[in-house]
């Protein structure tokens, strides 16, 4: 069964920063690329950041230098650290592999509000 636990989203203020877990059932996880998506309504998922399974790193030029994504091999786990938080990174934020399978967790609600 396929099985992402995300959590760790909340409200923060512009500036602040927030810190992002996602458990995944280990069949996922084992030798995959990782990636956090976002989305807001009315809008596609887009890919924020991915983590290949050694733990290179790729992200959308929204958000470098910004968030930093990493992986836990042993624990199954994907993090996105997310700083210098801005009010557009306001979204619901999920973990899929990369490319990303039908099945998705229920993500985690970052709001960036003052």
């Known amino acids: 069964q396929v099985q992402l636990v995300e959590s760790g989203g909340g409200l923060v203020q512009p500036g602040g920063s927030l810190r992002l877990s996602c458990a995944a059932s280990?069949?996922?996880?084992?030798?995959?690329?990782m990636g956090w998506y976002r989305q807001t309504p009315g809008n596609q998922r887009e890919l924020v950041a991915g983590v290949f399974s050694r733990g290179s790193t790729t992200y959308t030029d929204s958000v470098k230098g910004r968030f930093t994504i990493s992986r836990d091999n042993a624990k199954n786990t994907v993090y996105l650290q997310m700083n210098r938080l801005k009010p557009e990174d306001t979204a619901v934020y999920y973990c899929?592999?990369?490319?990303?399978?039908?099945?998705w967790g229920q993500g985690t609600q970052v709001t960036v509000s003052s």
């Open positions: 899929n592999r990369y490319p990303p399978m039908d099945d």
């Open positions: 280990g069949n996922i996880f084992r030798f995959n690329t």
